[in-house]
């Protein structure tokens, strides 16, 4: 389940709440599925792996941490909007 939710947060340009995680991956545990999403979470801040997973408008979304900013904005120097 936890690799199915990293695959999930990972790709998508959204956030997704816990109902639509649990509807995804087939858990109704709701309990269950958010103490995945804050396992999942607490790995990615111990290992500083350069995104991280933040809550959002009640859901979680993958985002670029702030200190690589600089390195984003030379990726898409040729864009007028950028998203982090």
Do not use: C, H
């Given at each position: 389940m936890r690799r199915?939710?990293?695959?999930?947060?990972?790709?998508?340009?959204?956030?997704?709440?816990?109902?639509?995680?649990?509807?995804?991956?087939?858990?109704?545990?709701?309990?269950?599925?958010?103490?995945?999403?804050?396992?999942?979470?607490?790995?990615?801040?111990?290992?500083?792996?350069?995104?991280?997973?933040?809550?959002?408008?009640?859901?979680?979304?993958?985002?670029?941490?702030?200190?690589?900013?600089?390195?984003?904005?030379?990726?898409?120097?040729?864009?007028?909007?950028?998203?982090?």
């Amino acid at each position: 389940m936890r690799r199915a939710l990293e695959g999930l947060l990972f790709i998508t340009d959204r956030p997704l709440s816990a109902a639509e995680l649990g509807r995804l991956v087939g858990v109704k545990d709701q309990d269950l599925l958010v103490a995945a999403v804050e396992e999942l979470r607490r790995e990615l801040d111990e290992r500083n792996a350069g995104y991280r997973l933040i809550a959002v408008a009640e859901g979680w979304q993958m985002a670029t941490r702030p200190e690589l900013a600089p390195y984003v904005r030379k990726l898409f120097a040729d864009r007028a909007t950028m998203r982090l």
